[in-house]
């Protein structure tokens, strides 16, 4: 729908072939660490550990990836974990670059009262988002997609500003 939009900025897109291949942590730092990056098991991973991931997967023919089995540890309290530390949680990455994140969250009231206290937080801060899980649950899970990080991959652009309608940052807060 966007065809003349696309050529004014003399982009293609190529649609991604499915499905998209998936990679455990373990396996991520693994590879970063043969690769020469240094990178410890149960740290998440950073913009600069990403992009060199990225790299690799791109060698391999993947630009677009899910990473999974985080530890749990490494994703939000509201994760839902697995046993051995691990967590139901995965990032959608492309070319480097997280674009999603999500995960199955957690439905059980005294499960996600133990994660929170787990990760240094006052359950009691969060009274309003427990009052909920009191009367009960269903699992269910969900995810943050990040378009501003979509298109600047999509289109090749440096600056995620660029991709933002109102950028923000230290020095600019209004439009």
């Not at 455990?24 to 740290?43: A, F, M, P, Q, R």
């Amino acid at each position: 729908e966007c065809k003349e939009e696309l050529n004014i900025l003399k982009k293609k897109i190529v649609v991604p072939k499915l499905p998209f291949k998936r990679i455990t942590y373990d396996d991520v730092i693994e590879k970063l660490n043969k690769n020469g990056y240094e990178i410890s098991w149960g740290e998440d991973l950073g913009a600069e550990e990403e992009k060199l991931f990225g790299d690799i997967m791109k060698k391999e023919g993947n630009d677009f990836y899910f990473i999974t089995k985080y530890p749990v540890d490494a994703k939000p309290f509201y994760t839902m974990p697995e046993k051995n530390g691990y967590s139901r949680g995965f990032d959608l990455v492309c070319k480097g670059v997280e674009i999603a994140s999500g995960s199955q969250r957690i439905h059980d009231i005294k499960l996600l009262t133990e994660r929170l206290k787990a990760c240094d937080l006052n359950p009691g801060d969060f009274k309003y988002y427990l009052k909920a899980f009191r009367y009960g649950m269903p699992p269910h899970g969900g995810f943050g997609f990040g378009i501003e990080r979509f298109l600047m991959e999509l289109l090749d652009i440096k600056n995620i500003r660029e991709c933002i309608l109102f950028p923000r940052d230290r020095t600019r807060l209004t439009p």
